[in-house]
């Protein structure tokens, strides 16, 4: 049923609740949880407001009113522990009318700081109810509680603010509820001690009492985390069924050869992940196995072995990177291991010459060449391998589904080639589990010996002077410097902009001849581009200032110094992988984290866990947490490519845990859901929700 049936709700609200929220029926409207409750009875002293809190409900009385410039009012209000102001931008007459001085009112809102002090922007305005008047007479636990739903700056402007939210629930509840029908199978509710949904969603949005509220909400979680697994390990079921892999049953002359010639030992755990890589190969059937290292940790060392075990039973691979930096750097890092092996290699990417590509495409068409390096190039359809084994894509994140499956298709052997995904960007186990349920996962947790840790530190724009003299006394020790600017958005002209500056900065600062500085970014030529980065490689250049989308790949053992500018800007997880750019030589390296003064709770919080750890995997779990469903208003699972509603995938292992096993019952027994008592399941799983296309957001 169309939102718009509901009272209160006008072709205007209509659209803007699709546009801000996605919600278009009724149904979707009572999809739409709160991310927390509002206790309406409690109340915060104003003297103990602080600007770090989400939301703050206080009783106050009004003091002062002033409108300033016809544009702003200002209500100054007190409860007697403090004062604290209002602003209003919108609505300031019928306000001003509303707000008498000397009158009580309860105030719902978010503060912030401003100018030293904390005012509230917009609060929500709601008359002193009898309940609250006496806050003695509280009817109990959860009798009080009202949902707080995600909301945007246009759904409060538009006036749907969180009392309207609330109001349109209740009216959806009213008239839409007894259509909705229940989306678990009966057996699977009784097994699992799962709430009907008609009881879940009521619940949810007023819960009657806290044990309600628990139920309701384990039900709606263990729902949406049940489909999501169920979807995935479909896909799975399905296709360890019916596609044939191509058994690869040794493991040849060639790996041999490398292994014996290595410069090192393998760590412990690079062996571990080579026997579970040998172990899929031989199988018989499609290898499709993610691995995941650190940076540093020795992935393109296992994706050498990897290749040369196809190699070894008379079959192709390819390495495909997702940026030509990257591709021509892992192209010449295998070099010296192919080197005894005798195996031809080749790169292939957008700028190869007319000439070279068609040598290139000749030499994989007659199986010349073993081990082809390249980028999306290789997935062009005038690129034939004489028989394609193994594909091994790096920094999967990039690459789509749709570019996977165009792999497949470059299969002539009958069967499709085994995949190997690498990614130096940690997954907690859980989010592994299940952006990547349909893969095995193998992980590097181990870095080669000898490393130095990387220092971090957080800096200023007062510290820049010391930074500068800083750069200097390393560069005269002969080390490089990295620095990074932010390109949030590839479009967006004042990153651009900021990084042209602070390259300008450091070129008067670092003069040439006595220093050189080299500019890399992505509205450069392609040869431009490689030039630059081939002088900061070749050692030529002692600066390197960049943006941190494309150039991250390099590997560059002199360098010693990573700044990353802006830093505030970057998530946890990027941070990370800039930072694994240093340490990798046998000098002490440096990251120095500049930011601005003023940092959101969040960023200050990102910043000090980076200067306190090294370690990927618990940095991810934190992003995680952080990034978690509830911290931000409407912006639940940010930079996640699934939609998850309720369950947090950060918090909710154990549920996940269960809803996984209960999804691998049912599929054991009917793999592609055809039984009669598998229809509602199959239904359900039609839903656009759990129709997982697209990895490719993940970083
Ligand atoms: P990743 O791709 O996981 O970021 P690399 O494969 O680039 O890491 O390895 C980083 C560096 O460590 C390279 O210089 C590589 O030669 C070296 N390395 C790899 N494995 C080992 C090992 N077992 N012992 C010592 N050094 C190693
Ligand atoms: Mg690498």
């Known amino acids: 049923?169309?939102?718009?049936?509901?009272?209160?709700?006008?072709?205007?609200?209509?659209?803007?609740?699709?546009?801000?929220?996605?919600?278009?029926?009724?149904?979707?409207?009572?999809?739409?949880?709160?991310?927390?409750?509002?206790?309406?009875?409690?109340?915060?002293?104003?003297?103990?407001?602080?600007?770090?809190?989400?939301?703050?409900?206080?009783?106050?009385?009004?003091?002062?009113?002033?409108?300033?410039?016809?544009?702003?009012?200002?209500?100054?209000?007190?409860?007697?522990?403090?004062?604290?102001?209002?602003?209003?931008?919108?609505?300031?007459?019928?306000?001003?009318?509303?707000?008498?001085?000397?009158?009580?009112?309860?105030?719902?809102?978010?503060?912030?700081?401003?100018?030293?002090?904390?005012?509230?922007?917009?609060?929500?305005?709601?008359?002193?109810?009898?309940?609250?008047?006496?806050?003695?007479?509280?009817?109990?636990?959860?009798?009080?509680?009202?949902?707080?739903?995600?909301?945007?700056?246009?759904?409060?402007?538009?006036?749907?603010?969180?009392?309207?939210?609330?109001?349109?629930?209740?009216?959806?509840?009213?008239?839409g509820l007894p259509f909705v029908e229940e989306s678990m199978p009966e057996d699977l509710m009784r097994q699992y001690g799962l709430a009907p949904l008609h009881f879940a969603l009521r619940n949810i949005h007023f819960p009657k009492d806290m044990i309600s509220l628990e139920k309701a909400k384990y039900r709606l979680k263990f729902e949406e985390l049940f489909y999501l697994q169920l979807s995935l390990l479909k896909q799975k079921y399905v296709r360890s069924r019916s596609e044939q892999g191509i058994a690869m049953p040794r493991v040849g002359e060639a790996f041999n050869r490398c292994y014996e010639a290595l410069p090192f030992?393998?760590?412990?755990?690079?062996?571990?992940?080579?026997?579970?890589?040998?172990?899929?190969?031989?199988?018989?059937?499609?290898?499709?196995?993610?691995?995941?290292?650190?940076?540093g940790s020795g992935k393109t060392m296992v994706a050498v072995l990897t290749a040369l075990i196809a190699i070894g039973n008379g079959y192709q691979a390819c390495i495909m990177a997702p940026t030509e930096v990257l591709a021509q750097q892992h192209y010449k890092n295998i070099q010296k291991f192919l080197a005894p092996t005798g195996v031809?290699?080749?790169?292939?990417?957008?700028?190869?010459?007319?000439?070279?590509?068609?040598?290139?495409?000749?030499?994989?068409?007659?199986?010349?060449?073993?081990?082809?390096?390249?980028?999306?190039?290789?997935?062009?359809?005038?690129?034939?391998?004489?028989?394609?084994?193994?594909?091994?894509?790096?920094?999967?994140?990039?690459?789509?589904?749709?570019?996977?499956?165009?792999?497949?298709?470059?299969?002539?052997?009958?069967?499709?080639?085994?995949?190997?995904?690498?990614?130096?960007?940690?997954?907690?186990?859980?989010?592994?589990?299940?952006?990547?349920?349909?893969?095995?996962?193998?992980?590097?947790?181990?870095?080669?010996?000898?490393?130095?840790?990387?220092?971090?530190?957080?800096?200023?724009?007062?510290?820049?002077p010391a930074l500068y003299k800083f750069m200097k006394d390393q560069i005269a020790l002969g080390r490089q410097v990295f620095v990074v600017y932010p390109l949030i958005n590839e479009t967006e002209k004042l990153d651009y902009q900021s990084l042209e500056a602070g390259a300008e900065d450091i070129m008067n600062k670092f003069p040439y001849p006595d220093y050189t500085t080299a500019v890399v970014h992505g509205k450069q030529l392609n040869d431009v581009k490689k030039f630059n980065m081939d002088a900061f490689a070749a050692g030529r250049a002692n600066i390197l200032v960049a943006t941190s989308v494309i150039e991250v790949g390099v590997d560059v053992p002199n360098a010693s110094v990573m700044v990353i500018e802006s830093a505030e800007r970057f998530g946890l997880s990027q941070l990370h992988q800039l930072r694994g750019r240093v340490g990798r030589g046998s000098e002490k390296s440096y990251c120095v984290l500049m930011t601005g003064h003023k940092l959101s709770k969040e960023s200050r919080h990102r910043i000090e866990l980076m200067c306190a750890t090294e370690n990927g995997f618990e940095l991810a779990e934190e992003d995680m947490k952080m990034r978690g469903p509830g911290d931000l208003e409407g912006t639940q699972q940010s930079g996640l490519p699934i939609n998850l509603n309720i369950a947090s995938l950060a918090k909710d292992g154990i549920i996940l845990n269960t809803a996984r096993e209960a999804a691998d019952a049912v599929l054991r027994e009917d793999p592609t859901l055809t039984s009669d008592r598998n229809q509602l399941l199959r239904k359900e799983l039609r839903k656009e929700k759990y129709q997982i296309k697209d990895y490719s957001k993940i970083s």
């Open 344 to 464: 031809k290699s080749a790169l292939l990417t957008g700028s190869s010459k007319t000439s070279e590509r068609r040598e290139v495409h000749q030499g994989l068409e007659d199986g010349s060449i073993g081990i082809i390096v390249g980028t999306h190039a290789l997935i062009e359809d005038n690129v034939v391998f004489r028989n394609l084994g193994l594909a091994i894509i790096d920094e999967q994140h990039r690459f789509g589904v749709e570019q996977r499956s165009k792999l497949w298709r470059k299969a002539v052997c009958g069967a499709p080639p085994h995949v190997l995904v690498m990614t130096a960007t940690p997954i907690p186990r859980t989010l592994a589990m299940t952006l990547y349920g349909d893969l095995d996962v193998s992980v590097i947790d181990e870095l080669p010996p000898g490393r130095k840790p990387v220092q971090t530190i957080h800096a200023t724009e007062g510290k820049r």
């Open 265 to 295: 030992p393998l760590t412990g755990a690079q062996k571990r992940v080579i026997t579970e890589i040998r172990g899929d190969m031989k199988s018989g059937h499609q290898m499709n196995r993610l691995l995941q290292g650190d940076v």
């Open 1 to 175: 049923m169309e939102i718009q049936f509901l009272p209160g709700v006008g072709p205007k609200r209509a659209a803007l609740l699709k546009k801000e929220l996605a919600v278009g029926t009724i149904g979707e409207l009572l999809r739409l949880y709160p991310f927390r409750y509002m206790d309406k009875s409690s109340f915060i002293r104003i003297a103990d407001a602080r600007p770090d809190m989400a939301y703050i409900q206080i009783k106050a009385t009004v003091q002062r009113v002033e409108v300033i410039d016809k544009k702003r009012l200002s209500v100054w209000v007190s409860d007697g522990s403090g004062e604290v102001e209002l602003v209003f931008f919108k609505g300031i007459k019928w306000m001003f009318e509303k707000l008498k001085p000397g009158h009580e009112f309860v105030f719902f809102g978010k503060p912030t700081a401003f100018n030293g002090r904390i005012n509230i922007v917009h609060p929500e305005v709601d008359a002193v109810s009898a309940e609250s008047r006496n806050q003695s007479q509280q009817t109990g636990v959860g009798a009080t509680m009202t949902g707080v739903y995600p909301s945007t700056e246009k759904l409060k402007t538009g006036g749907i603010t969180g009392k309207v939210m609330n109001k349109l629930m209740e009216a959806a509840l009213n008239k």
